[in-house]
């Protein structure tokens, strides 16, 4: 699970670059699920819900073009860090 919250006045500018991530990463290998989601209650903020077949694979997403790109232009969209969690099933 990925959280970004938008700087005040970004929120828009903000959601257009995290849409665009969402078709190359789906491309990628190993990425099974990859769905945006804004939070209801906090239009600020952004969650991406993701699963990914394995570590590896989410590790090179982490590494992927398209991400660097977006952290390029992140610092001027975020209100702070993006909150990044990794999650097991039990």
């Known amino acids: 699970v990925a959280i970004f919250k938008a700087r005040n006045g970004a929120e828009l500018k903000l ?6 991530l969402v078709s190359p990463t789906k491309a990628e290998t190993g990425c ?3 769905i945006l989601h804004l939070d209801t209650a906090e239009p ?3 969650v991406f819900y993701e699963i990914w077949a394995s570590q ?6 982490t590494n992927a073009g398209h991400l660097a790109e ?6 001027a969209l975020l209100a702070e860090p993006p909150s990044i969690r990794c999650l097991g099933r039990v």
């Open 70 to 75: 977006f952290s390029n232009v992140a610092s």
């Open 32 to 34: 099974i699920e990859y």
């Open 44 to 46: 600020s903020v952004f």
């Open 56 to 61: 590896a694979d989410f590790d090179a997403h």
């Open 15 to 20: 959601r257009e670059a995290l849409q665009k």
